[in-house]
C-alpha cells in the first residue's frame, strides 16, 4: 500500500474474516455491492493465512493480507497450546495494517482472522460493522457486537444474542452468479458430462468436504445408481482420490473436490445433499431445490442444527443427524425421489426464505452510517 494509494480520494473498507466458502462469499458480494453504489471505494481484506480466503479473494479482483492465526481446536486441546502467542501476534499485525491502510470502516463476516481486527479497531473509534450469518451468532460476533455501529442478521430472533437497536435483518447475502443463474439445466448436464433425462442428486460437503456424508453416498453409490439415479460429487479434498477410484468407470457419477461454478451444480440438481452451513441454506433457499440437510456437529455453538432445525420446522427442508448419515442418508434422499408431493412441499416452502438483495441492503446501510 503506496503513499499515493492513500491519497485515492473515497472511502476505505476493511472486510475481515473467512476460513470457508461461507464467509468468504458473502464478504465477497458485500464488497461488491459497496463497489456498484460507490465506485471510487478501496476495499482491503484481511483473513488467516493458509485458509481458502488467501486464494478465493484475489481471484474476485481484491487485495488481502494475512494473519498467524488459528481458531479454538474444540476436538484436540493440546492442540490450543501455541493459541495465545498466535493471537498476540495476530494483534501487532493487525495494528500494522490499521496503520498503513487507515480505513473508514472495518466490517467482520465472521471466522476467527475477523475477531482482532474488529476489536482493534473497536478500541481506535473506527466504525465496525458484523454480518452474522448463522440463526445462532458465535461468541466473538456477541462480544464485538457490545461496539459495534449496526449488526446485520440472517434471521430475527437475534436480539438474544445482540443490542437490539443495532440489528438490521438483511438475510445472507448470495453470490451473483446464483441470485441471476442464467444456466440452462441441459447446458449445466453437458458441463457435467451427465445423462440429460436422468434426475440428478447434487451432493455438496461445503466448501472443505463432509466425512460423514462422503462415506454414506460412498457406501450406497450402488444404491443410488441402481435407482436410476445419477450423481454429482464435491468430496472435499481430502475424500477426493477414495471418491475417484470408487467410481472408476461409472458413467452416472461426477467426481470433484471442488465445485467453482456453482450456478452449474444448481442447474443440474433435482435434489440436493448438503451441510447446513448459513451460505448454504441461503443459496438453496434462492435456488429452491428439495434439500436434506446433514449438519456438521462440531460446528461452533452447533449453528448448523439450528439453522437446519429453523427450515425443517417450517417444512422447506429435511434433516438427517451426522452421526446417523452413514444408515440413513441415502435412503432418506432415495425416498425423496420418488414422492413427488414431498418435493413440491419442499421447495414451495424454501423458496419463500429467499432474499435476493441482501448485499444491496447491508452496503446502503453502511454508507448511509458512515456518511
Excluded at 141 to 149: D, T
Excluded at 171 to 182: A, D, K, Q, T
Excluded at 336 to 363: E, H, P, R, W
Aim: hydrophobic residues 45%; proline residues 3%; positive net charge.
Amino acid at each position: 500500500m503506496s503513499r499515493d494509494e492513500n491519497k485515492i480520494s473515497g472511502k476505505r473498507f476493511i472486510i475481515a474474516g473467512g476460513g470457508t466458502g461461507g464467509h468468504i462469499f458473502p464478504a465477497i458480494a458485500i464488497a461488491n455491492a459497496l463497489k456498484k453504489i460507490s465506485p471510487d471505494a478501496i476495499f482491503l481484506f484481511v483473513g488467516a493465512k493458509g485458509k481458502m480466503e488467501m486464494e478465493k479473494v484475489p481471484q474476485a479482483g481484491y487485495k488481502i493480507e494475512g494473519l498467524t492465526i488459528a481458531g479454538f481446536n474444540r476436538s484436540s486441546l493440546i492442540k490450543n497450546i501455541g493459541l495465545p502467542v498466535k493471537l498476540i501476534k495476530s494483534f501487532f499485525q493487525v495494528s500494522r495494517i490499521m496503520n498503513e491502510f487507515k480505513p473508514d470502516a472495518v466490517i467482520g463476516v465472521g471466522g476467527y482472522s475477523s475477531f482482532p481486527v474488529l476489536r482493534y479497531a473497536q478500541s481506535k473509534g473506527i466504525s465496525t460493522f458484523i454480518h452474522e450469518s448463522n440463526s445462532f451468532a458465535g461468541k466473538s460476533n456477541i462480544l464485538l457486537g457490545k461496539k459495534a455501529r449496526k449488526i446485520f442478521t440472517a434471521s430475527g430472533g437475534m436480539e438474544k444474542f445482540f443490542p437490539n437497536q443495532k440489528i438490521v435483518v438483511t438475510g445472507n447475502p448470495v453470490r451473483n452468479s446464483i441470485v441471476h443463474n442464467v444456466i440452462s439445466k441441459e447446458d449445466a448436464m453437458k458441463f457435467f458430462g451427465l445423462n440429460t433425462s436422468a434426475k440428478t442428486i447434487l451432493c455438496i460437503g461445503g466448501s472443505l468436504g463432509a466425512k460423514s456424508i462422503n462415506e454414506a453416498v460412498d457406501k450406497d453409490l450402488r444404491l443410488i445408481l441402481d435407482k436410476g439415479l445419477q450423481l454429482i460429487w464435491q468430496t472435499g479434498k481430502l475424500y477426493l482420490d477414495k471418491a475417484k477410484a470408487r467410481c472408476e468407470g461409472m458413467k452416472n457419477v461426477y467426481v470433484t473436490d471442488f465445485i467453482a461454478d456453482m450456478n452449474y451444480g444448481y442447474a443440474a440438481a433435482d435434489y440436493v445433499i448438503s451441510r447446513s452451513g448459513a451460505m448454504s441454506v441461503a443459496e438453496l433457499s434462492i435456488v429452491a431445490k428439495p434439500v436434506v440437510f446433514v449438519p456438521y456437529p462440531f460446528a461452533a455453538e452447533d449453528h448448523q442444527t439450528a439453522n437446519a432445525q429453523n427450515l425443517v420446522q417450517k417444512e422447506a427442508a429435511l434433516m438427517v443427524e451426522d452421526k446417523l448419515a452413514n444408515e440413513k442418508l441415502v435412503p432418506a434422499l432415495i425416498e425423496l425421489s420418488s414422492n413427488q408431493l414431498l418435493q413440491g412441499k419442499l421447495t414451495k416452502n424454501i423458496k419463500t426464505l429467499g432474499v435476493f438483495d441482501a448485499d444491496k441492503i447491508i452496503a446502503e446501510e453502511i454508507l448511509k452510517s458512515i456518511e
